[in-house]
């Protein structure tokens, strides 16, 4: 049986280093040719011991000085920069690009990549907000394949395997609520400690503050869209704490396809890297006798107001989504550098939004000026009410 060769850009991240324990579990089916991190050398001087990749790239690039000095290669090409994720994504000979760099960041390595006719497994999900139609339009015309990664993507993905597109009457998209669904006390003062301590899911620092606020719950639904063509008011959110039902698709006929297991990404990530294969994965299996209950609620829109503006930016669409986006990066990092509080991020989201003009149809060029627009007005923001 030939390899599958890989790519894992963001390599060192809790996407990417999911993905490696799947190349290991499912011993001689992947791989890994090209690897990158931005800056955690030492992580990833480890994972080039371990699968010998061809390539390797290193965003940061003081990052990237010290690692030609303590680590010199053999056999291993060091590209730098911001660059050296295209060059990663545009690796010869690969049969598959996986993308878990977080952020705007991730883009112009998701666009070569898809310019090539790539499979591209898709985990930074702020590129496909930022520039759905273009990152759509750039798959189709090139016969690219998108696989999802995100837990409930992979979950409506599964659910429609073997139907007609027009057949999906709705999506049903699950959210655990995060660590603040059942919290009562005051928002505004939470640390960042409380916010990070997901219930259900291990994951990096900004997915799980964007799990906290809800914002991640709107940015699915947006990707949601993009990903399978059906409009956002055709997509319900439905809060389902125990994070077992991690998506369902409702059909023409009234059937409703779910697809369950227990919450852990290396499920998602090892179906996008085998698709459309199935192979064990090392999580228990779920046992029903012992599972008493699987709740579902509607969110509260009032607590958690970030839902509501990834909702409405995503119907405005055009450069509304990648100003959301934008905003709500620089809110996030800023909160978890201590400098703002919780309730701060929808509130700069919402000034970036509010005093956007919004372009209907933007190419490339209007996006990335929309999303440093965004920035800047963020950061402003950030300075007028940072507690430090
Ligand atoms: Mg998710």
Redo the contacts with the bound molecule.
């Keep these: 049986m030939t390899k599958k060769r890989i790519i894992i850009l963001g390599s060192t991240g809790s996407i990417g280093e999911s993905a490696l324990k799947v190349v290991s579990a499912i011993k001689g089916e992947l791989e890994v040719l090209g690897l990158t991190t931005d800056r955690n050398i030492e992580k990833l001087q480890k994972q080039i011991a371990k699968y010998h990749p061809k390539s390797v790239g290193i965003v940061n690039l003081d990052s990237l000085a010290e690692f030609a000095g303590r680590y010199p290669q053999n056999g291993t090409k060091v590209c730098g920069g911001k660059e050296s994720l295209v060059e990663l994504a545009t690796l010869e000979n690969a049969d598959l690009v996986l993308s878990g760099v977080v952020g705007a960041a991730g883009l112009p390595a998701l666009l070569a990549a898809l310019k090539m006719g790539r499979t591209v497994a898709l985990a930074n999900?702020e590129s496909l907000i930022m520039a759905g139609s273009i990152v759509t339009e750039t798959a189709e015309k090139s016969g690219a394949t998108l696989l999802p990664v995100?837990?409930?993507?992979s979950a409506m993905f599964q659910c429609i395997q073997g139907q007609n597109n027009n057949a999906v009457k709705r999506i049903i998209l699950t959210a655990s609520g995060g660590p603040f669904y059942r919290y009562k006390g005051d928002l505004s003062k939470v640390t960042v400690k409380k916010a990070l301590a997901h219930p259900n899911?291990v994951m990096g620092k900004k997915?799980t503050i964007d799990?906290a606020t809800l914002m991640?719950k709107g940015l699915?639904a947006i990707e949601a869209h993009f990903l399978f063509g059906v409009p956002l008011d055709r997509i319900e959110i439905v809060i389902h704490p125990q994070s077992i039902v991690h998506s369902a698709v409702e059909f023409a006929d009234g059937s409703v396809i779910a697809q369950l297991s227990h919450p852990d990404m290396c499920l998602p990530i090892q179906y996008a890297l085998t698709y459309p294969n199935r192979r064990p994965c090392p999580i228990p299996s779920l046992d029903f006798a012992k599972m008493n209950r699987l709740d579902f609620a509607v969110p509260d829109f009032r607590k958690f107001p970030c839902l509501e503006l990834a909702l409405s930016a995503g119907r405005s669409g055009g450069t509304m989504p990648a100003v959301l986006s934008a905003a709500n990066e620089v809110a996030v990092y800023s909160f978890l550098e201590h400098r703002i509080k919780f309730t701060d991020i929808p509130r700069i989201v919402e000034k970036a939004l509010g005093q956007h003009k919004r372009t209907t149809h933007p190419d490339l060029a209007e996006i990335l000026e929309a999303d440093s627009w965004a920035r800047a007005i963020a950061k402003q923001q950030v300075k007028k009410l940072s507690v430090v």
């Excluded at 995100?150 to 993507?153: A, F, P, T, V």
Aim: glycine share 0%.
């Design positions: 999900k995100d837990s409930e993507h899911w997915i799990s991640n699915e």
